[in-house]
């Protein structure tokens, strides 16, 4: 077997893991944002704001991603005593912070009642969003590299047909992770009235996406040239992931246009539906698995790319339903007691679509992210939701306990900023919302795209370089660790600089 035919293998026939593994490996991204936010004013205090660029950027590095890198590869067994420690190190440190600081105020000015908490009101730019939205990609990247090392747990692998592994749920989260900020989403979409101008946004539409198309192209020709590795049964012969995304920001506004985004619920709904009947009950399932002739054929663009191609229509389906999704999100709330509902009913609707995919399962069909039928969209939105709703509840917890004098908030990165009162300290002390906001998470937001694109290379460029099927795993942990910190390392450098990379 040649080498390219073993990594091919390596990670293929693949059947993944269970959703609650998955969830579990979540919830080490919000855990790692509360960690954060209370350890570095307990280790540094004031100290915090005086360091430089660099060392907080380690600080970064250690607290937001290198938990993210562990639940993942080497301590990907033991997913549970991870989050379990971090717990117990963020309750650890809520106690014993107030002992070890003095207090700043007389003793009952320090009194602070929970309808008051309840009635701050918080800033309208919603950190959350943002640290949902790096992690996306953050996760992204870490699994696309370590997925070639022994030390990536096959299970966390693409499922060949049917199952969820980890990596199965990128491209969806991406689709979920656009639909959430887009336009139609913030309430500032527009639709045209006239013929001539709703083309006009569709050839927008497309030019914004170019882009997304050069680099697929790109990406295509170089996968062949190379004669890298490629796994043909998860898009198809030519197919990619770029062009997944393209395709379904283009169609997603061709119908926006003669819908409004109103009827984006609605739309997710009709289009799910019809799509899982045309599986099920059209023979689109049997085409995919099989071809047009039943022999698995690949010849002519649509036999050779059927993957990619049939399940854009269940990713724009998931997009729409990302829409809605942000439109809840970005309703109109100010207070703590509002978004503390928000949440609720986030993590509510969560448990819902829980049940709908475990009933979808039973009673339809499997999870596939080949097709991405109706099972793999209800379990991208438990996903979403999940990480979504957790990172929301941290920043509200952190902006409690900031209330209640349990975190100080003038050095804590990153919290939620809420107005000024009479009875607030005048005191012209540095906070991170003062200073430049060197954070990781808002440096992988900023430039998504370049981050994802510098990714992909220089993944490509560790496997032409690497054997990773037969590097030791102290040595393959080591490689990713310094992959992953030269990508975090120049989006910061890039954030810090004020500079955001266009390529249209």
Known sequence: ???????????????????????????????????????????????????????????????????????????ADNTIALLSGGVSMV????????????????????????QTILERKLSENVPFVTNYRAYANIATAVCILAVDFHIFPRRFAKAEMYGTGLMDA?????????????????????????????????????KSTAPLWVIGLSRMVAVKALDYQEHVTEYGVHWNFFFTLAVVRVLSTAVLQFTGAGMSGLLSLVLAVQYQFALSNQGLLEFVLHGSDGKDPRRGFLDANREGICSCWGFLAVYFA???????????????????VGCVQLLV?????????????????????????????????????????SMLL???????????????????????????????????????????DWCVLSAVNRNQLFFFLLANLLTGAVNLCVDTLRTE????????????????????????????????
């Open 1 to 75: 077997m040649s080498y390219k035919a073993e990594k091919e293998a390596f990670v293929g026939n693949l059947n993944g893991t269970t959703v609650t593994e998955i969830a579990l490996i979540n919830a080490s991204a919000p855990l790692a944002v509360l960690l954060r936010a209370v350890a570095i004013p307990w280790l540094f205090g004031q100290v915090y704001c005086k360091f430089n660029i660099g060392f907080r950027f380690l600080l970064d590095f250690c607290l937001l991603v290198l938990p993210t890198m562990l639940c993942v590869t080497i301590l």
């Open 91 to 114: 309750l650890s440190l809520l106690v014993f912070s107030d002992r070890r600081s003095k207090p700043s105020k007389p003793p009952q000015n320090q009194s602070v009642s929970l």
């Open 170 to 206: 990128g491209v969806g989260s991406f689709v979920v992770s656009n639909a959430i900020v887009s336009p139609e989403a913030r309430g500032k979409y527009r639709m045209a009235r006239s013929l001539s101008g709703k083309l006009s946004n569709i050839a927008q539409s497309v």
């Open 322 to 340: 990302g829409v809605e999704l942000g439109k809840f999100i970005f309703k109109k709330r100010s207070t703590v007691q509002q978004w503390l």
């Open 349 to 389: 609707s969560c448990g819902v679509f829980w049940l709908l995919l475990v009933l979808c399962e039973e009673y339809v069909e499997p999870v596939s992210r080949r097709t991405a039928n109706l099972a793999y969209q209800l379990w991208m939105m438990v996903y979403n939701i999940q990480i979504i709703g």
């Open 394 to 436: 941290v920043d509200l917890v952190v902006v409690i306990a900031a209330e209640l004098r349990l975190v100080k908030r003038d050095y804590s990165p990153r919290i939620w900023a809420v107005e000024k009162t009479a009875d607030d300290s005048k005191e012209a002390v540095p906070t991170e919302q003062q200073l430049p």
């Open 473 to 504: 795993p102290f040595m393959a942990f080591c490689i990713v660790f310094a992959y992953m910190l030269q990508l975090c390392n120049v989006a910061v450098v890039l954030h810090a600089r004020n500079i955001s990379l266009k390529f249209w």
